[in-house]
C-alpha cells in the first residue's frame, strides 16, 4: 500500500452490451456489460461466511436511515498523518489508516500504548458523531505484512518471500494469530494483507510481498493465512477476540508487470490474469476474506482502480465477493480523468472504499457533489456503504465498544512475547534456502572459533527489511527493536552456550585466526517502487561485501555466507568467494532461528536441518529476468524447489563471473555514489568562477569538491544521460538526499534545483558546522510545487549560486528520508 496503482483494455473487457447491475435492495445501476475476462470465466467461490439474512436486514435498516453526507464518510479512509479526531466526528468516516511512515504523534518509535490511547480517540470521535441513525463504528486499518512491525516491540516474521520457502500453509495461519492478537493489543482491527502477488519478475521492489512466483504456493498459503488473523468462519474463533479483518491484495496483477515496474502495466491474457495472477484469491475467499484491496497497476493499459470489467465484473460477479473493495494510496488519482479529490469513475467501477491519506477533504467534497449530480448513482453508493456496514457487522464491530476495551487490549506484554517469537523463530528455521555447502561445512560445531563479520550480522533492522516500524524499514539502530535478536546475537548465544569462542568483527579483521567465518550481508532495507532494478545484480555500485569474502578466502579462513534480500539476485562472484551460501532472505526479528540451523548442538547433532526450497528462481546471469517456472527458455543457476540439506553432498562448481553491460540512467534512485555517476551521465557546470574536482570522503576522490569565487550566477550541476522519470517518486513521499560538507560558507543565496525548479538552501549551508559531513533533504514535492515536470528531468541536481561559496558532495540519491514534507528548503 503507502505513499501511492490501466486505459482500456481490448482483451481484457471486451464490451459487449448494456446491462443493468442488481443491487441487493432491488435497485439497479445501468452500465456497459463487460466481459471481464474476453472468452475466460473467474470461477465462482463459495465463502464459507454463510449469507446471514438478519445481518443483512440489519446492514439494511442502518443504510436506510443516514444521510447522503453519512454516506460519503463511509467510503473514504483518510490516514492518521492527516486527519483528527475532531475530523472524524464531523465527516463520520467509516475508516482511517496508518500508512507505513504514519503513526501517533508522527513519532514512528511511539511506545505501543500510545497507538491504543489513539485508536481509541479516534473511535470515540466516532462514537460521539451527531448521527442522523444508528452510531456506526469507526475501523483502523495498517499494513502489518510481516507481524505486527509498525509498532516497536512487536514480533517481526520472516517476509512472505522466506514463508514461501518454509513449503507450510499450516505455519501461516499461527502467524496470522499471532499477527491478530499483537494488533488487538495495540487497539486495530484491520489488516492489509495477506499478499498475494504471483511474482513473475523479481526486479520489483515488492518481490519479498510474495510467496512465490508460482502460482500453487499463493494458491495453498491465501486460506490459511486468512484464516489465521480472522478465524474459521463457521467457528466462534471467527472474527472474535484476538481477531482482525484481512485484506487480500493488489487484486490483480501488480507481480506482473512489465520489466518489474512498480504500479506498472502487466500485458497478459486473460486466461494467465486470471489462473496465474489470480490463484491466491479464490482460496483466500473461500477462507472468509473480508476486505480486497485494488492494484495500484494496470493490465493491458487499463488501471485495475478504474476497471470495471475486474472489480464489479471478475472479483464480485463472477466471483461473488460480497466484502469491501479498498483503494490503495490514492491511486484512484491515476485513473484517466481523475485527481486525488476526484474520481466518480473508481466507486462507479467498483471500487467501495478510496483510500485518501491526505485527498480526504477535497475528495469528500467531490465525491459528495457528484452522488448529488448523479455523476455517482445513489444505488452504487449505497451498494459501497452496504458493503462496508456488512463487514463491520460480520467483525462485530457494532458490539465490541472502544479498543481498549476490547479482550486483549493493552496487554503490551503479548507483543514479542516468548510463545509468539517461537513461533517467529520456527519460520526463520524453515525459511532458509542452503544453496551451497562444498565440503559439507555446514552446520558449523559451536565448540569452534568462528568469527562473525559483515555489515549485516548486528542488524535488526537489514534482516527485517521495509515495512518495519517505518515504511521503507530504515533510519533504524538496534535500539528499536526490545527483545528482539540479530543474527550475530543468535550465534554468539548458541556458541557460548556450547562452549566454544565467537567474536563480531564487521570488517572482518582478527588478530587470532579463526576456525570459520560467518559473513552476513545483504541489500539494505527498501519498499514499494524505492526497491525496483534495473538488473538483477546485487550491488553493482559497491563491492566491499565481495571484498570481505575474498580477502578471509585468501587467508585460508573457511567461508559461510549468510545472504540477507528480497529477492533472489546475481552473486556468482560472492558464491564463488564461499565456501556455503545460505539465502536468508529477510528474516525479522528472531536472528536465533539462523543459529539453530548454522549450528550443531554441543554434542555435535544436528538440532535443525535446512528444510527451505526456492519458490523463486534463482538467477545465471544479472540480466535474466522475468526467469520462471515453466516458462520458455528456462534456465536459472537454482531452479525453483532447490535447496540442499545438510547431508547432501552436491558441491557446486566455480561459476563464470562476466557481467553483462551496466543498465543506463540512475535506475536505482542513486545519481553519484562512490565517486560514479551511471553510465552516461557527467558533472558539468554553467557560469564563470566555478570549479569541480575530486576530494576523499571515505575512498579516493569518492567525492566532489565544488567551489565559487563569486564571478556570477555559476552552477554546478549532473546532467542525465537522457531525461528520467521521477513522477512515481514525486508522488510519494520521497526526497532527494545529498551528502555534502560546507568548507567556505555563502556569502549569497544559494539555490538546489532539479531542472529549472529552484529551492534555496543557502540557510542550511550557513547553519551547517564548517568541515562537518551532513545530510540535506529536500522532497520531490518541493520541486514539483516550483514547476518541476517530473516525468522528464535531465538535470537531477544543480547547486547554484553568485557568491562564494566552498562545499564538498558525496552521495546524491532519491530515497525515503524523514523529514516534514512541507519543508523546502531555507533562503
Not at 177 to 198: K, N, Q
Not at 212 to 218: K, N, Q
Not at 417 to 432: F, I, N, T
Not at 480 to 504: H, M, N, Y
Request: hydrophobic share 40%; net charge neutral.
Amino acid at each position: 500500500m503507502k505513499r501511492f496503482g490501466l486505459t482500456r483494455s481490448t482483451c481484457l473487457l471486451a464490451i459487449t452490451a448494456t446491462s443493468a447491475l442488481a443491487l441487493p435492495n432491488g435497485a439497479t445501476l445501468a452500465q456497459e456489460r463487460p466481459a471481464a475476462t474476453a472468452g475466460v470465466t473467474w470461477p465462482k467461490v463459495k465463502s464459507r461466511v454463510r449469507t446471514n439474512a438478519a445481518l443483512e436486514a440489519r446492514a439494511n435498516a442502518i443504510l436506510a436511515r443516514m444521510s447522503v453526507e453519512e454516506k460519503v464518510g463511509q467510503i473514504i479512509q483518510p490516514d492518521i498523518a492527516s486527519i483528527t479526531p475532531t475530523d472524524v466526528a464531523k465527516y463520520k468516516f467509516g475508516s482511517i489508516l496508518a500508512g507505513g511512515n504514519s503513526a501517533p504523534g508522527g513519532n514512528e518509535k511511539a511506545p505501543p500504548a500510545e497507538w491504543l490511547k489513539l485508536a481509541d480517540a479516534y473511535w470515540n470521535a466516532s462514537d460521539q458523531a451527531a448521527w442522523t441513525g444508528e452510531k456506526i463504528p469507526l475501523m483502523w486499518g495498517i499494513d502489518a505484512v510481516h507481524g505486527h512491525a509498525n509498532v516497536v516491540g512487536a514480533t517481526i516474521f520472516p517476509q512472505n518471500i522466506g514463508l514461501g520457502a518454509t513449503g507450510d500453509p499450516a505455519l501461516m495461519r499461527k502467524i496470522g494469530e499471532v499477527t491478530a492478537r499483537e494488533m488487538v493489543v495495540t487497539g486495530i482491527d484491520w489488516d492489509f494483507s495477506p499478499t498475494l502477488a504471483v511474482v513473475r519478475d523479481d526486479r520489483w521492489g515488492r518481490a519479498y510481498e510474495g510467496f512465490s512466483e508460482d502460482p500453487a504456493i499463493v494458491r495453498a498459503f491465501a486460506g490459511p493465512m486468512v484464516e489465521g488473523l480472522q478465524g474459521r468462519p463457521g467457528t466462534r474463533e471467527f472474527m472474535g477476540p484476538g481477531r482482525v479483518i484481512a485484506t487480500a491484495k493488489h487484486f490483480v496483477g501488480d507481480g506482473g508487470t512489465t520489466g518489474g515496474k512498480d504500479q506498472g502495466d502487466t500485458a497478459v491474457s486473460p486466461a494467465e490474469l486470471r489462473d496465474i495472477h489470480g490463484a491466491g484469491y479464490g482460496p483466500a475467499m473461500k477462507a472468509g476474506v473480508q476486505a480486497v484491496m485494488a492494484s495500484f497497476s494496470s493490465v493491458n493499459g487499463e488501471k485495475v482502480h478504474g476497471s470495471r470489467g475486474l472489480l464489479d465484473g471478475a472479483l464480485k460477479q463472477q466471483m461473488g465477493f460480497d466484502g469491501l473493495v479498498v483503494g490503495d494510496w490514492n491511486a484512484h488519482g491515476q485513473i484517466a480523468g481523475c485527481t486525488n479529490t476526484s474520481c466518480p469513475a473508481s466507486i462507479n467501477a467498483g471500487l467501495d472504499m478510496f483510500m485518501a491519506p491526505d485527498s480526504w477533504k477535497g475528495l469528500y467534497d467531490s465525491t459528495l457533489a457528484q452522488v448529488r449530480s448523479g455523476a455517482i448513482p445513489m444505488a452504487r453508493l449505497d451498494d459501497a456503504v452496504r458493503r462496508i456496514l456488512r463487514v463491520k457487522l460480520r467483525a462485530g464491530l457494532f458490539e465490541k465498544g472502544a479498543p481498549s476495551t476490547r479482550p486483549l487490549a493493552g496487554r503490551f506484554e503479548l507483543l514479542g512475547s516468548p510463545g509468539h517469537r517461537a513461533v517467529a523463530r520456527e519460520a526463520v528455521r524453515k525459511s532458509l534456502v542452503l544453496l551451497k555447502n562444498n565440503g559439507g561445512i555446514l552446520p558449523l560445531s559451536p565448540r569452534a572459533n568462528i568469527l562473525v563479520a559483515g555489515d549485516g550480522a548486528d542488524d535488526i533492522s537489514r534482516q527485517s527489511g521495509g515495512w518495519t516500524i517505518s515504511w521503507q524499514g530504515s533510519g533504524l539502530t538496534n535500539a528499536d527493536f526490545p527483545g528482539a535478536t540479530s543474527i550475530w546475537g543468535g550465534i554468539r548465544q548458541a556458541v557460548e552456550t556450547a562452549g566454544g569462542r565467537a567474536t563480531l568483527s564487521v570488517d572482518g579483521s582478527f588478530s587470532q585466526r579463526p576456525d570459520v567465518a560467518v559473513v552476513v550481508f545483504g541489500e539494505e532495507p527498501y519498499a514499494e517502487f524505492v526497491g525496483d532494478r534495473a538488473t538483477l545484480e546485487f550491488s553493482p555500485g559497491d563491492k566491499r561485501h565481495l571484498e570481505l569474502l575474498r580477502k578471509l578466502k585468501a587467508a585460508g579462513v573457511p567461508t559461510v555466507a549468510v545472504f540477507l534480500s528480497g529477492r533472489p539476485l546475481w552473486v556468482n562472484q560472492e558464491l564463488n568467494a564461499s565456501d556455503a551460501f545460505v539465502a536468508a532472505f529477510l528474516p525479522g526479528s528472531e536472528g536465533g532461528g539462523v543459529a539453530d540451523v548454522l549450528l550443531r548442538n554441543a554434542a555435535g547433532r544436528v538440532r535443525h536441518d535446512f528444510t527451505g526450497k526456492l519458490t523463486f528462481s534463482w538467477p545465471k546471469r544479472a540480466d535474466q529476468a522475468p526467469q520462471n517456472r515453466g516458462a520458455a527458455g528456462y534456465d536459472p543457476l537454482f531452479a525453483y524447489g532447490y535447496g540442499l540439506r545438510a547431508a547432501d553432498r552436491r558441491n557446486v562448481p566455480q561459476l563464470p563471473e562476466d557481467r553483462p553491460p551496466p543498465v543506463p540512467g540512475g535506475a536505482d534512485g542513486v545519481y553519484f555514489g562512490r565517486g560514479t555517476l551511471p553510465p552516461g551521465w557527467q558533472w558539468a557546470t554553467s557560469g564563470s568562477g566555478i570549479t569541480i574536482a575530486g576530494v576523499d570522503r571515505r575512498a579516493q576522490e569518492d567525492a566532489r569538491r565544488l567551489r565559487w569565487t563569486g564571478g556570477g550566477e555559476a552552477a554546478a550541476f549532473i546532467r542525465a544521460a537522457a531525461p528520467i522519470d521521477i513522477s512515481r517518486e514525486t508522488t510519494g513521499e520521497l526526497s532527494l538526499l545529498i551528502d555534502y560538507r560546507v568548507d567556505d560558507r555563502p556569502s549569497g543565496p544559494v539555490t538546489l534545483a532539479m531542472d529549472g525548479a529552484e529551492v534555496p538552501i543557502g540557510g542550511v549551508l550557513r547553519a551547517a558546522p564548517v568541515g562537518e559531513w551532513r545530510t540535506l533533504t529536500i522532497p520531490l514535492r518541493c520541486f514539483a510545487r516550483a514547476g518541476l515536470n517530473p516525468q522528464k528531468v535531465a538535470v537531477p541536481a544543480s547547486i547554484r549560486t553568485g557568491g562564494t561559496l566552498g562545499m564538498a558532495v558525496s552521495d546524491v540519491r532519491i530515497a525515503s528520508a524523514m523529514v516534514d514534507q512541507n519543508s523546502c528548503g531555507q533562503p
